[in-house]
């Protein structure tokens, strides 16, 4: 099989576990030489607690048939953002993708309450971990992503800009740390254009992390037992489905024509042809919009 990203070198900033690793993982099974960073290490768990490394990322990358190369690292740091590019600089010579994908704000997040009842500092670092990281790490990082034209930029956030921008996420801290990131992107996009550059706001829909299946009680093998408690969840996705989302972006020749835009694993699903694992072709947000908020009864017929 042909590796189309033979070649190329990427950075994916936050890829310890869920969409980040699985990204990481799919630019990696294309070919790519992939920069994995994030904060839990096997020596240090970052405050997120969890059992996920960025040095299992690193080796899933290679496993997957790319080179996979994990670094620890504190995207709200700039010191230490700095250092990665450099070395990505010194030891590559280039950066073809780059993924903002550092998030860490679901132990801080505080739903359905207004802002008066909420922890003005946990919103606050919330808010330093979704967007603050981003900037950081472009503001860095771009300046060797134009170096050749071509380059992309993808930001992960939690909806459409079409979804989000009617509907209220919950939260002000988690609205508008996703509503900042997909802007971030249409930024970016006019920034990169004049350099050849493509950027991008890309979601995934209801995601099979790992920490959602701890908090159902089930494993990737045996998630649709999770429907018993929550029907809806018949439409989740695994997280390779956008990482191969990515994968797929990376790959294209044209991706210029989604310069500025935001869209989902299950829309570019439909354009590249690509899959989740078990062969369907999830569309989340197409479902939420048309059966999950409306209040229908959970059915997936002709949504994945």
Request: charged letters at 25%; proline letters at 5%; glycine letters at 10%.
């Amino acid at each position: 099989m042909t590796k189309p990203l033979t070649g190329k070198v990427a950075l994916v900033a936050g890829a310890t576990r869920g969409a980040g690793r699985q990204i990481a993982v799919q630019l990696g099974a294309a070919g790519a030489t992939v920069y994995a960073t994030g904060r839990s290490t096997r020596g240090k768990r970052s405050e997120m607690d969890r059992p996920e490394t960025i040095e299992e990322t690193a080796e899933l990358v290679t496993a997957a048939g790319g080179t996979g190369i994990g670094v620890a690292v504190d995207h709200l740091e700039p010191e230490r953002v700095k250092a990665l590019v450099e070395r990505i600089d010194s030891e590559q010579g280039r950066l073809d993708v780059l993924v903002n994908d550092v998030w860490g704000g679901d132990p801080l997040a505080t739903w359905d309450k207004p802002v008066w009842e909420q922890p003005l500092e946990a919103g606050q670092r919330l808010l330093r971990l979704a967007v603050d990281t981003h900037i950081i790490t472009s503001h860095f990082a771009m300046p060797l992503l134009i170096r050749n034209p071509g380059g992309l930029v993808v930001e992960m956030g939690d909806g459409t800009t079409r979804y989000n921008e009617v509907n209220y996420r919950l939260s002000v801290f988690y609205d508008l740390a996703k509503w900042s990131v997909n802007r971030l992107a249409f930024a970016w996009s006019k920034e990169l254009a004049e350099h050849g550059g493509t950027s991008v706001a890309l979601t995934p829909g209801w995601l099979r992390s790992e920490m959602m299946l701890d908090l159902f009680g089930v494993t990737e093998d045996n998630w649709r037992d999770a429907t018993a408690k929550e029907p809806h969840f018949a439409i989740s996705e695994s997280p390779a489905y956008v990482g191969r989302a990515v994968a797929a972006l990376a790959a294209d020749p044209d991706r210029a024509r989604w310069n500025g835009k935001s869209v989902s694993s299950g829309e570019l699903a439909q354009v590249y042809g690509f899959t989740d694992l078990d062969g369907s072709r999830p569309d989340a947000w197409r479902y939420m919009v048309e059966v999950q908020d409306p209040g229908k009864p959970a059915d997936v017929t002709g949504y994945r």
